[in-house]
């Protein structure tokens, strides 16, 4: 139990204005569809927990602490700066967008999560509880539900926000915060 409560408390906790909370929050304003967005953010991070919790469990001690900063924050400022290069009206999600709500979720939060700060908890609470399979199973369902007591309620309330704020000030306001996680972050280097 101790495992599970700790993986969601640490990973609802730290999804808190992440990257992938605003994704979450531009898929709903994109599809307005709440239920269907929520089951891809529910199987995109199941898988990508599973994989990350497993690497943990294997490769914990191989990558060096500042080059996952680095790649960190080179990912808030490439997020950042493409938030600022204007949509299509007809491909504003890139290419998955073509495939509805569901898949467009599914990938682009499972790429979303790749290098985030909460997949980096994953794979070191899974370090932390390599007791036994069921240690890490109940790490995949704590970070699991961590990360939607984060999401669902940006996806069901995001619709309604995003109707009420204009696109390009959403987008502004993004660039900023990814640029200011990433300066955050290679401050915190030091």
């Known amino acids: 139990m101790e495992a ?61 602490a500042e080059w996952i900063r680095w790649i960190i924050a080179g990912s808030f400022f490439a997020i950042g700066l493409w938030l600022l290069i204007p949509d ?22 499972f790429l979303a999560e790749i290098g985030d700060k909460t997949q980096i908890a994953t794979v070191i609470l899974a370090a932390k509880y390599n007791a036994d399979m069921w240690m890490t199973c109940a790490v995949i369902a704590g970070t699991t539900l961590g990360m939607l007591l984060a999401n669902v309620p940006v996806i069901f309330a995001g619709k309604w926000l995003m109707d009420k704020l204009p696109l390009g000030v959403a987008h502004k ?11 955050a972050t290679l401050i915190g280097m030091g």
Request: with cysteine; glycine share 8%.
């Open 4 to 64: 599970f409560l700790s993986s969601t408390f640490a990973v609802a906790i730290a999804e808190i204005g992440d990257k992938t909370q605003l994704l979450a929050l531009f898929l709903a304003a994109r599809y307005g569809r709440p239920y269907i967005i929520s089951l891809g953010v529910i199987v995109a991070t199941i898988v990508n927990h599973a994989i990350s919790a497993w690497l943990g469990t294997v490769l914990a001690d191989v990558i060096p």
């Open 173 to 183: 306001a993004a660039c900023v915060l990814f640029i200011g996680l990433g300066i």
């Open 88 to 109: 299509k009206e007809d491909d504003d999600m890139g290419r998955f967008a073509n495939y509805g709500p569901f898949v467009a979720t599914l990938v682009l939060f």
